[in-house]
């Protein structure tokens, strides 16, 4: 068997039909079957579902059904349909969703190419209503191959979406399927994809068609996760998995997500960061960010704010006669600007109301360098954010990580 479509499904209708037919226009040549596990529904989503049985038999479909008597969530219901199934690939496949007809052949002929034997292959897709989720939909379809290991701390779930997944049977049984312990409440498809970052040699692309029309309503699965579980999810692996590699770093913006993401870290983890970076003028003035303890009423981290133009001039010495440890940055912009600067808006002459400012820009030059954290959202900037980052010539994943 080549694929298997796998279906976890509860009180599916109306859309299950519409599921349905759309996967009764397939144009795969190979063998391939669906997998259908009802999570206990109380509604006609059985008799739906067997009723596409003969319909399927006469293209050489087979359709295979289970149901509960009592729901198991999301991750045991997918767990349960993988395995009824035997395909070499298997294609999830959300109830609620619609596989244009060239799905399967296409996300079949981009995972057989691939090397390794643990595939992980997604799609691009389009929100239905229209215009559902515009920036979310845009950020996804246009990652490419490498960003989809890199850009995982920036969505509310994987860089691929878990509604266009194709992966190996290999893959999936060398991870241990979902985790379905926790019936409610738990991002089941984030944790699975983090498993698989996590296990190395894994083959993660993407058939750059829209493949699959993901609808945005009200009853879906994903609206039962809170934020807050998914930001911790995203903390943890940051923790984990960057910060090992992060003996310094900075934050940039110095507004409510950096503030929440400086926060989230332990203890330990906060004497790694230097500072924050940001262009709001009213944050560079304020100059220092604190973070006030409100039971023990005391200020238990003081972290300078610095202007993001900063971090752009590179490493270079000025000779200090005296050290320097409480500097503002307050007058930054007017020293980077003023006339009497070279190309790396250092004055060449300054002069002495200016010798203190010049030692203090040296220290938050030593200081807000890479690496850092982008804790702002994309393609929120007026293309501001994008531009900067493309002019610094950094490589995401080394200097930078998008976490918003």
């Known amino acids: 068997m080549d694929v298997s479509v796998v279906i976890p499904v509860k009180n599916g209708m109306p859309y299950i039909e519409q599921c349905l037919e759309a996967l009764l226009e397939q144009d795969f040549t190979g063998n391939w079957e669906i997998c259908v596990y009802d999570d206990a529904s109380t509604d006609c989503t059985v008799t739906c ?112 979406i878990a509604p266009t997944w194709f992966i190996s049977r290999e893959l999936f049984t060398k991870l241990g399927g979902f985790k379905d312990d926790v019936r409610t409440g738990f991002a089941e498809d984030l944790e699975f994809f983090y498993r698989a970052l996590d296990l190395g040699h894994v083959s993660f692309c993407k058939a750059n068609k829209i493949l699959v029309k993901y609808r945005y309503h009200p009853g879906c699965s994903s609206f ?84 993001v133009n900063l971090l752009f001039y590179g490493e270079f010495r000025i000779p200090c006669e005296k050290s320097v440890t409480n500097a503002g940055a307050a007058d930054i912009d007017r020293i980077l600007s003023a006339p009497s600067c070279d190309d790396r808006g250092v004055s060449t002459t300054p002069s002495p109301e200016d010798s203190f400012r010049i030692k203090i820009t040296e220290i938050i030059l030593r200081a807000a360098r890479p690496p850092l954290v982008i804790c702002v959202k994309l393609d929120m900037t007026g293309g501001d954010l994008e531009r900067l980052v493309a002019e610094s010539e950094w490589t995401e994943g080394r200097d930078y990580i998008h976490f918003s």
Request: glycine share 6%; charged share 30%; with cysteine.
């Open 224 to 307: 039962g996760v809170s934020e807050d579980t998914i930001w911790n999810m995203r903390i943890d692996r940051f923790r984990r998995c960057v910060l090992p590699r992060w003996p310094k770093f900075t934050i940039w913006n110095a507004g409510k997500q950096g503030k929440r993401f400086f926060k989230s870290l332990s203890e330990e983890d906060k004497r790694r960061v230097e500072c924050f970076c940001d262009v709001d003028e009213k944050k560079i003035k304020r100059g220092w960010f604190e973070d006030y303890d409100e039971a023990a009423r005391v200020v238990r981290w003081k972290l300078p704010i610095v202007h």
């Open 49 to 160: 579902v067997e009723g596409f049985i003969p319909r399927l038999r006469s293209r050489g479909v087979d359709l295979r059904l289970s149901h509960g008597l009592e729901s198991g969530g999301v991750g045991f219901a997918k767990n349960r349909a993988v395995e009824m199934s035997c395909g070499r690939f298997i294609c999830f496949c959300d109830a609620d969703d619609i596989s244009e007809p060239s799905r399967i052949q296409e996300q079949f002929a981009v995972a057989d190419s691939q090397e390794s034997p643990l595939v992980f292959v997604g799609s691009n897709f389009r929100r239905f209503p229209e215009n559902s989720t515009e920036r979310y939909s845009k950020w996804a379809n246009d990652l490419s191959n490498e960003q989809l290991t890199l850009q995982v701390y920036t969505s509310h779930g994987p860089t691929l």
